[in-house]
């Protein structure tokens, strides 16, 4: 599966973006997906995870009640709704997809990545 990011930008301290991935292939509702960011001179980081059929989601603690990941498997497309974003959540941000079923945390069990959207958020 290939993917491609959207929706990153330069926004202000409180404000929101959507960030969109898109997918091709028609397996798309096979695949767990999840969103990392990684900022510079940081390592990268799980943000949130959405299971094959938006059952479970899983945030990192500190985005809970801001970001909210969905899917529409009809659009092949997972989304990352954020909210009363501060600056701290300044990096690029990657979408991935995994094979395994359920949620999964850890970069390392995703099969599949999206090139990158960057998000800035000045203070």
């Known amino acids: 599966v290939q993917l491609q990011a959207s929706g990153g930008g330069l926004v202000q301290t409180g404000g929101s973006l959507r960030l969109s991935c898109a997918a091709s292939g028609r397996t798309f509702s096979t695949y767990g997906m999840g969103w990392f960011r990684q900022a510079p001179g940081k390592e990268r980081e799980f943000v949130a995870a959405i299971s094959r059929n938006s059952g479970s989601t899983r945030y990192v603690d500190s985005v809970k009640f801001r970001f909210t990941i969905s899917r529409d498997n009809a659009k092949n497309t997972v989304y990352l709704q954020m909210n009363s974003l501060k600056p701290e959540d300044t990096a690029v941000y990657y979408c991935?997809?995994?094979?395994?079923?359920?949620?999964?945390?850890?970069?390392?069990?995703?099969?599949?990545w999206g090139q990158g959207t960057l998000v800035t958020v000045s203070s």
């Open positions: 991935a997809a995994n094979t395994g079923w359920g949620i999964n945390m850890a970069w390392t069990e995703y099969d599949y």
